[in-house]
C-alpha cells in the first residue's frame, strides 16, 4: 500500500508540473539548484568564504538554498519579471540570424543581460550595505543560470515558447514548461545535490576552462544559437512531441546547466575573489 501511495503522489506531482503553464518562469526548482551546486565546487576559497558569510545574514548556508529566491518574490515584485529573460528575435525581418542587441533587445535595462551586470556592481560594491549585496548576489545566482534556459533568451513571437502548445509525456504543456522542468525533473528524481554532483564529474579542465571565457553577452547569444538551431530547429516545437523527444534534449539541458554552474562561479569568483 504504501509503494502505491508514493508512485501515485509522484504521478500526480508531475502531471501538475507538465500540465501547469509557466508563464516565462525560470528554470525549474531542480535546474536552479543544480546550477548552484555545480557552482559551489568551482569557488576560490576566498569566494566561498564571502559568499557564507553573506548568506549567514538569513541563516542559510549554500548557494542552492537561496537558488530560487527571485522566481518567490516574482508575485510581491511584478516588476522584475522582464529581468528574467531577454527576447532576441530568432531571426531578423531580413531572414538573417540573429544576436543580443541592447537597444532591440533591452528596453530601459529592463532585461536579463542588464540585471546581471547591474548586480555584479552592486556585488562588488564594498560600500553598500551586506543586506544589498546579499541581495545582489541571490539576483546574481538566479540570473546566471535563466540566461542559460535556451528559451529565457529567445522568441519566435512566442514569449520564448509559452504560447507553443505541446503535448509532453502524454500531458498538454507548452514548449517552455517542457524546457524549464519537463525534460530534467523526472532524471534528477528529487536529488539535486547528486546529479549536480554527477554532472561536475564530467566537466573537463578543457571544458572548464572554455567554458569560463567569453563574456555575458556571448553566453547568451550561444543560448540563443541552441534555440535557433536545436529548440526551433532540429525538434519538433508544436504538437505532439515524440517519444524520444526527451532523450534527444536531455544532453543540450545536461550541458547547459554545467555551463551555467562553471560560469556561475566565474561571475562570483570575479565580483568576491581577494
Not at 141 to 170: K, T
Not at 232 to 258: R, S
Request: with cysteine; hydrophobic share 40%.
Amino acid at each position: 500500500m504504501h509503494k502505491y501511495r508514493t508512485a501515485s503522489a509522484l504521478l500526480v506531482s508531475l502531471t501538475v508540473l507538465l500540465a501547469t503553464p509557466i508563464q516565462a518562469r525560470a528554470w525549474g526548482y531542480e535546474a536552479h539548484r543544480i546550477i548552484a551546486e555545480i557552482a559551489e565546487q568551482f569557488l576560490a576559497p576566498g569566494t566561498a568564504h564571502q559568499v557564507r558569510e553573506l548568506l549567514a545574514i538569513e541563516n542559510v548556508s549554500t548557494l542552492a538554498d537561496v537558488s530560487t529566491w527571485a522566481d518567490e518574490i516574482r508575485l510581491q515584485h511584478p516588476e522584475t519579471g522582464p529581468w528574467h529573460y531577454v527576447n532576441i528575435p530568432i531571426t531578423l525581418p531580413t531572414g538573417e540570424p540573429a544576436a543580443y542587441d541592447a537597444a532591440r533587445d533591452c528596453p530601459n535595462n529592463a532585461c536579463l543581460v542588464a540585471k546581471i551586470e547591474q548586480f555584479e556592481r552592486e556585488l562588488k560594491d564594498r560600500q553598500l550595505s551586506e543586506r544589498q549585496r546579499l541581495e545582489a548576489l541571490k539576483y546574481i545566482v538566479h540570473f546566471v543560470a535563466d540566461a542559460h534556459q535556451p528559451l529565457h533568451v529567445s522568441n519566435n513571437h512566442d514569449r520564448g515558447g509559452n504560447d507553443d502548445p505541446v503535448i509532453f509525456m502524454g500531458l498538454p504543456t507548452n514548449l517552455h514548461a517542457v524546457w524549464d522542468s519537463g525534460i530534467i525533473a523526472p532524471a534528477v528524481k528529487g536529488n539535486e545535490r547528486a546529479y549536480a554532483l554527477q554532472l561536475v564529474q564530467s566537466i573537463t579542465e578543457e571544458q572548464h576552462q572554455q567554458w569560463s571565457e567569453g563574456t555575458l553577452t556571448s553566453w547568451v547569444d550561444e543560448g540563443h544559437e541552441i534555440a535557433t538551431r536545436t529548440i526551433y530547429g532540429e525538434l519538433p516545437h508544436i504538437g505532439t512531441l515524440p517519444d524520444d523527444y526527451e532523450a534527444k534534449a536531455l544532453p543540450v539541458v545536461n550541458e547547459q546547466l554545467k555551463r551555467a554552474g562553471v560560469r556561475l562561479a566565474t561571475v562570483l569568483n570575479a565580483c568576491l575573489e581577494q
